[in-house]
């Protein structure tokens, strides 16, 4: 049975991948791209079953590799058949991706992986204009303990394990790695600044046919569950129009000195591993 071809797509929170697979999703070849999914989580945990405890020698490379595809293939359930659109595609979404490039390698050799990344000044900063935006709700985003003031939910979002945090040290691992090659790094100001160049170097890079792309009118199915259940509604919603933002940061001097040149993937020279940088 052929397959769409896959690709996955990750970096940075804050940072237009929801806008990114909105306009994605435009494109008729493109068969599902959108918010974050539960496939990586579940190909990590099955994977664990496969090597570890009283089932391991049940399996080799070969059919660990046959299933765990087809966890992939099966989560999106049938599609079109490749023969009458060779292009078909899916873009799957997790944060987990950059921790995982040999796994995409080993399973899917010829995708790539789309990252979305932003200066982290502004991540932060949206971040907070989200959890301001609903002071009843108190935003789950930030652990309990550390919703006081906006320096403790800055260290939140900062740590090892915040939302920003984690993503931040993932993306540095994918970048800096033997498989960053592999990566396609959409920056933000990009997207919204040049969206028709910025969407026509990604048809390119992902082989994707030509589309005529409306920037004026975007439709996106909104997690509202999703968001909901962390108490941020409105984390995922995009805009039917591509705007530029024109507001000032609403962090004080301290913490964007500390954010302050984050922005290593638009030096060349930082760039060792080859990774298709969009900026």
């Known amino acids: 049975?052929?397959?769409?071809?896959?690709?996955?797509?990750?970096?940075?929170?804050?940072?237009?991948?929801?806008?990114?697979?909105?306009?994605?999703?435009?494109?008729?070849?493109?068969l599902k791209a959108g918010h974050i999914s539960p496939v990586a989580p579940?190909?990590?945990?099955?994977?664990?079953?496969?090597?570890?405890?009283?089932?391991?020698?049940?399996?080799?490379?070969?059919?660990?590799?046959?299933?765990?595809?087809?966890?992939l293939f099966n989560y999106y359930g049938e599609h079109d058949s490749p023969k009458t659109n060779p292009s078909s595609m899916i873009i799957d979404n997790s944060r987990l991706w950059c921790t995982r490039l040999g796994l995409i390698n080993s399973l899917f050799p010829s995708s790539k992986i789309i990252c979305c990344v932003r200066d982290p000044v502004w991540i932060i900063d949206s971040f907070e204009h989200i959890i301001q935006k609903n002071p009843l709700l108190s935003s789950k985003i930030i652990p309990i303990e550390q919703r006081g003031n906006l320096h403790s939910?800055?260290?939140?979002?900062?740590?090892?394990?915040?939302?920003?945090?984690?993503?931040?040290?993932?993306?540095?691992?994918?970048?800096?790695?033997?498989?960053?090659?592999?990566?396609?790094?959409?920056?933000?100001?990009?997207?919204?600044?040049?969206?028709?160049?910025?969407?026509?170097?990604?048809?390119?890079?992902?082989?994707?046919?030509?589309?005529?792309?409306?920037?004026?009118?975007?439709?996106?199915?909104?997690?509202?569950?999703?968001?909901?259940?962390?108490?941020?509604?409105g984390l995922h919603k995009v805009k039917n129009k591509i705007e530029v933002p024109h507001r000032r940061p609403i962090l004080p001097p301290d913490i964007i000195a500390k954010l302050t040149g984050g922005t290593f993937w638009r030096d060349p020279k930082k760039n060792p591993g080859g990774a298709f940088v969009i900026s």
Request: charge should be negative.
């Open 1 to 30: 049975m052929l397959h769409p071809c896959v690709h996955f797509m990750s970096g940075l929170p804050r940072s237009g991948s929801t806008l990114l697979a909105a306009l994605l999703q435009q494109n008729p070849a493109v």
């Open 42 to 71: 579940m190909l990590l945990k099955l994977s664990s079953v496969m090597v570890e405890g009283e089932y391991q020698t049940e399996f080799n490379n070969e059919s660990s590799s046959r299933i765990l595809r087809g966890v």
């Open 153 to 233: 939910r800055v260290d939140a979002l900062l740590s090892a394990q915040g939302a920003l945090g984690f993503c931040w040290r993932a993306f540095n691992e994918a970048f800096y790695s033997n498989f960053a090659h592999n990566l396609i790094v959409v920056d933000y100001d990009s997207l919204v600044h040049q969206p028709q160049k910025t969407m026509n170097i990604l048809e390119k890079k992902l082989n994707l046919p030509f589309w005529d792309y409306d920037f004026n009118n975007i439709n996106f199915e909104e997690p509202i569950k999703f968001d909901e259940n962390l108490n941020s509604p």
